[in-house]
């Protein structure tokens, strides 16, 4: 019950974070505006959606993974993920300030792709974790009501974070 919540969750990501990568592919010499509403699109799903389902996951999900796994060190990778994530969004904001601030220099995009690969390569090995490691824990460990209460506990800091 709880896994197949979970895993939905990630489903309906998936098409958003290949699309990450797509527009990584078609970053050449030249800026085109598919690739600047490409960077666009990217920027906005980690912002709007990503990033405050991973605010959900550590204050909801990850409490109860600790508690299983016997501490908060358990949780650390993930929460670094989101960390990293984060540093990967300031990081193009930063890329795109400089080249508005100096246009006259070649486009930045070689350093847009180098950290939209990172960012996809970054999403996808969290979400394989979350998939390979703690769905089948708490799959494992938890009775049905346990795992209802966390799926509660879940949508309730969803719409706290999301304001729905």
Do not use: W
Not at 3 to 20: N, Q, S, T, V
Not at 45 to 73: I, R, S, T
Not at 97 to 111: A, Q
């Amino acid at each position: 019950m709880l896994g197949k919540h979970l895993r939905e969750e990630h489903d309906a990501f998936r098409k958003k974070i290949e699309h990450i990568r797509e527009i990584a592919d078609l970053i050449r010499d030249e800026p085109s505006p598919v690739i600047h509403n490409g960077v666009d699109a990217t920027l906005s799903f980690v912002l709007d959606e990503l990033l405050p389902h991973a605010k959900v996951e550590e204050q909801a999900l990850y409490p109860v993974v600790a508690n299983l796994m016997g501490g908060e060190q358990a949780t650390r990778s993930m929460k670094e993920d989101h960390r990293a994530i984060e540093k990967c969004v300031n990081e193009i904001a930063d890329v795109r300030k400089r080249h508005h601030s100096s246009p006259g220099g070649p486009p930045p995009l070689i350093d847009i792709r180098r950290i939209l690969y990172s960012l996809h390569a970054i999403i996808s090995l969290h979400l394989e974790k979350e998939e390979t490691i703690y769905i089948p824990l708490l799959e494992s460990k938890l009775t049905e009501k346990e795992s209802e209460e966390v799926i509660a506990a879940v949508e309730k800091a969803a719409a706290e974070i999301f304001g729905s």
